[in-house]
């Protein structure tokens, strides 16, 4: 199971971006998913969690300007960024716990991450 991250890029602070992660495989699906963040020089964080049922968690630094969301039937899931500063330029990382079913039927827990995309806010 492979998590592709897409969007991102460069806007001035006060601006907005949005990223995406969607899921690519067959016999899985996921059940938290989340965007986490490492800036340089800085150890990687949690940035918003939601899980399968929609419920939403987020880093204080994030709250109110921040939301993520999911599409299920899309296994993809997303992140609204609005009112960027420039200390939110990092590099994005979407991640995902998910269960996998193999050629038995068996289920197969597993976590992947995404490869990053890189968001920078210029002051």
């Known amino acids: 199971v492979q998590l592709q991250a897409s969007g991102g890029g460069l806007v001035q602070a006060g601006g907005s971006l949005s990223v995406s992660c969607a899921a690519s495989?067959?016999?899985?699906?996921?059940?938290?998913m989340g965007w986490y963040r490492q800036a340089p020089g800085n150890q990687r964080e949690l940035v918003a969690t939601i899980s399968s049922a929609g419920v939403t968690n987020y880093a204080d630094s994030v709250k109110g300007r921040f939301t993520i969301s999911r599409d299920n039937a899309k296994n993809t899931v997303y992140l609204q960024m609005n009112s960027l500063k420039p200390e939110d330029t990092a590099v994005y990382y979407c991640?995902?716990?998910?269960?996998?079913?193999?050629?038995?039927?068996?289920?197969?827990?597993?976590?992947?991450w995404g490869q990053g995309t890189l968001v920078t806010v210029s002051s």
């Open positions: 495989g067959s016999r899985f699906r996921f059940n938290g």
């Open positions: 991640e995902g716990d998910y269960i996998y079913y193999n050629d038995r039927d068996e289920p197969v827990v597993g976590r992947s």
